[in-house]
């Protein structure tokens, strides 16, 4: 190699290294750049719910005083201690929620704080568990932003049913109160409620007795305060109706096999579990989807907080759950009433069954207007009750 080459190869070697110390050499301080992890994905109000949980499980259950939830309690018990380690003790009253509410106020006078939310009726709520101060306001317990998203929920609203945020029914069903033996009648025959007036219904229908409480007096209570302009006009109906000479039973498993059997081609006011039993049993039995709005029952899946809580960090975890999709997906499944939350599947549901933007809540207010509702109805069917 001649001299000129070695230089040349020598002033190459000398920029290749210059260059790859000018890449390696460490950025001043002012240079530096620091970066951050991406964060881990979080749901809003998840932080803080997540403490909570630790506070709750020390406390080790949250406890339910109130109505049989059937398989769905099993279903809602399981899902809750696998997803927080918190067990749910349910205490069930033979009398539903009344009964453990006496209970609770029996408990309470001798000093024993067990319980930490009540379920169960609505009309129950109002007449007992307000005038007794059993129930907290529930907006303050809720922190997670699946709750409080107003898009998820069907009413564009946290299905509160009191102006106090007292009560809350994260499922509801849109009740319909005609049931027909669809061997003998055709659904087209009973469009609305006026077409039970035609004569040739005339000793054919079943009532479920509008005198006591229960599915025949909601339908009563439905008919009187919102199906007609005025209680006046509702009553009237009834009278009318009395001239095709229904029978009224008290009896509501008898009443559905009746109409099972054909003794009767229509009943007002089944119990639905009842009537669901036997349509799933292979019975030829119809709900008529009358005209007019619907109102909306949540069987046994109203809730509220009990104030002085047995265990308060427990009691918050299981209201931000209960108003979540997990839990609607469960009551929808295992209870059978729709979740009011949008983002829960309807899958299963005869479409009648899910509540429409303008069906009827039975809240604070309807509750109210029908505290009468057994008086009158005892005193138009008196002479016809079996």
Aim: charged share 25%.
């Amino acid at each position: 190699m001649n001299y000129q080459s070695l230089v040349s190869v020598m002033l190459a070697v000398a920029i290749q290294l210059g260059f790859l110390a000018a890449v390696t050499k460490p950025a001043s301080a002012a240079q530096a750049k620091t970066v951050k992890p991406a964060p881990a994905p979080n749901v809003a109000g998840q932080g803080e719910l997540e403490a909570l949980v630790k506070e709750a499980q020390k406390e080790g259950k949250v406890v339910i005083y109130g109505a049989p939830m059937g398989d769905a309690a099993n279903q809602l018990r399981k899902a809750f201690r696998d997803r927080y380690r918190i067990d749910m003790e349910f205490v069930v009253g033979r009398g539903g929620s009344s009964e453990m509410i006496q209970k609770m106020l029996t408990e309470r006078r001798t000093g024993l704080y067990l319980a930490d939310i009540i379920n169960g009726g609505l009309t129950t709520f109002f007449k007992m568990i307000v005038p007794a101060k059993l129930a907290l306001p529930l907006e303050p317990l809720i922190i997670l932003d699946e709750v409080k998203d107003l898009t998820k929920w069907r009413s564009g609203k946290i299905p509160f049913l009191d102006k106090k945020k007292l009560v809350v029914a994260p499922s509801a069903l849109a009740s319909h109160y005609v049931t027909i033996n669809g061997s003998l009648v055709k659904e087209s025959e009973i469009t609305s409620f006026n077409d039970l007036l035609d004569p040739k219904w005339k000793g054919k229908i079943i009532i479920n007795d509008p005198t006591v409480i229960g599915r025949g007096n909601s339908w009563f209570t439905y008919m009187l305060l919102q199906a007609f302009s005025s209680k006046e006009k509702g009553e009237d109906y009834m009278r009318k109706l009395l001239v095709n000479q229904p029978t009224v039973l008290r009896d509501e498993r008898l009443q559905v096999e009746w109409l099972a059997k054909g003794k009767y081609p229509v009943l007002i006011g089944g119990k639905r579990t009842t009537v669901e039993s036997f349509i799933n049993a292979g019975a030829p039995l119809n709900w008529v989807k009358t005209k007019g709005d619907a109102l909306l029952s949540s069987g046994p899946f109203y809730f509220n907080a009990v104030p002085n809580a047995a265990h308060p960090n427990a009691q918050q975890v299981f209201f931000n759950w209960i108003l979540g999709k997990e839990a609607g997906g469960i009551m929808a499944q295992y209870g059978g009433f729709p979740s009011e939350r949008l983002d829960v599947s309807t899958a299963g549901f005869d479409p009648s069954q899910v509540p429409r933007p303008n069906d009827i809540a039975e809240d604070e207010d309807y509750v109210s207007r029908s505290s009468d509702m057994l008086n009158i109805a005892g005193k138009i069917f008196k002479d016809v009750v079996q």
